[in-house]
């Protein structure tokens, strides 16, 4: 079964610091994955996708991409309070249809 | 970016009536939208995916006859949730893309409170 894992938290971070977010997934056929943030009773909004291994920037966010270890991470710099929301990884399959993680807690601490 | 509404944004209604839900896409024509359900502190969860002009494919466990999806255009998508009742409660959120490969964009969500 495909599964995309990540930690339920919360993870806290003081204000200002670097939040790590991590994600690994089981289908090695995965191509796309993408980071989703929801707020809570809000809809998830995306932050940004990747597809190639490396890292990929954009403002405070980086995505990280490691196919061979099948392991996604989103960093966050310069940690807000506003940043503080769930997570979600997804993970695109072979079908064009995207798995999902639980999301993760991010608790960011004046 | 690509944005997609959602119509009502909150519903309440009583047991065994019947609610209906429009997803819609505003900026670009959606080939497919998907409908999830997303309870209090739970993950969301993939109800169906429909694409334009067919059947909607329905996630194992969900009643079709019971949650009717309607996607007749690239812009439109319709839930209907039919004898609504109490456990039927939750939040609904839709997504629509306008490529296999493209990236999912989120509705903001309907609360459904069935009394």
């Known amino acids: 079964q495909k599964e995309v894992e990540q930690n339920s938290g919360p993870l806290s971070v003081p204000e200002g610091a670097i939040a790590s977010l991590n994600c690994t997934y089981s289908?090695?056929?995965?191509?796309?994955f993408f980071w989703y943030r929801q707020y809570s009773g809000k809809s998830p909004e995306l932050i940004m996708f990747?597809?190639s291994n490396g890292d990929k920037e954009d403002g405070r966010f980086t995505a990280q991409l490691n196919k061979a270890s099948q392991y996604v991470s989103l960093l966050i710099r310069d940690s807000q309070p506003s940043d503080s929301a769930t997570y979600l990884c997804?993970?695109?399959?072979?079908?064009?249809?995207?798995?999902w993680g639980a999301g993760t807690k991010l608790i960011i601490k004046p | 970016g690509a944005v997609v509404s959602q119509h009502p944004s909150w519903v309440i209604c009583k047991s065994g009536t019947s609610v209906k839900i429009e997803c819609r896409s505003l900026?670009?024509?959606?080939?497919?939208m998907f409908w999830y359900r997303q309870f209090p502190k739970q993950s969301l969860m993939l109800m169906a995916t429909?694409?334009?002009?067919?059947?909607?494919?329905?996630e194992q466990g969900v009643e079709k006859d019971k949650f009717l999806i309607n996607h007749a255009s690239l812009t439109l998508s319709t839930l209907t949730v039919t004898s609504a009742h109490p456990e039927d409660s939750s939040f609904y959120i839709c997504?629509?893309?306008?490529?296999?490969?493209?990236?999912?964009?989120f509705g903001p969500g309907t609360r459904l409170l069935v009394l």
């Open positions: 997504s629509a893309r306008w490529g296999l490969q493209e990236t999912q964009y």
């Open positions: 900026d670009f024509q959606a080939t497919t």
């Open positions: 429909s694409n334009e002009g067919s059947k909607a494919t329905y």
């Open positions: 289908d090695r056929g995965s191509q796309s």
């Open positions: 990747i597809y």
């Open positions: 997804a993970a695109m399959d072979s079908n064009y249809q995207l798995i």
